[in-house]
């Protein structure tokens, strides 16, 4: 069973700066991507920003500059530091884990539960 669990999300003001965290835990041999996606009410899941298991990143156009992605593979947890935050940002915020559970098994996604972050005056 693999779990992930993000924390961090809330309301903030434009402007303001929010850190999610996203800790991956359960029968797991490796982990490769870690990214964060979100999702606006009535629009798709998008891509905000990923990074590879050796540290390699892409973002999303409206967030560079802004949001930093950052991983620690001791405790195999991703982080988002989100900071400029404007209200084009708020949306559900996922994490996406892409690992193998054990060697020679297939690569899988995992996805955690969503946080909520509301960018609001």
């Known amino acids: 069973q693999v779990q992930l669990v993000e924390s961090g999300g809330g309301l903030v003001q434009p402007g303001g700066s929010l850190r999610l965290s996203c800790a991956v835990s359960?029968?797991?041999?490796?982990?490769?991507?870690m990214g964060w996606y979100r999702q606006a009410p009535g629009k798709q899941r998008d891509l905000v920003a990923r990074?590879?298991?050796?540290?390699?990143?892409n973002y999303a156009d409206s967030v560079k500059g802004r949001f930093t992605i950052s991983r620690d593979n001791a405790k195999n947890t991703v982080y988002l530091q989100m900071n400029s935050l404007k209200s084009e940002d708020t949306a559900v915020y996922y994490c996406?884990?892409?690992?193998?559970?054990?060697?020679?098994?297939?690569?899988?996604?995992?996805w955690g539960q969503g946080t909520q972050v509301t960018v609001s005056s």
């Open positions: 359960g029968s797991i041999s490796r982990i490769y991507a």
């Open positions: 996406r884990a892409d690992l193998m559970q054990d060697v020679g098994t297939p690569l899988q996604d995992y």
């Open positions: 990074i590879t298991s050796g540290g390699t990143t």
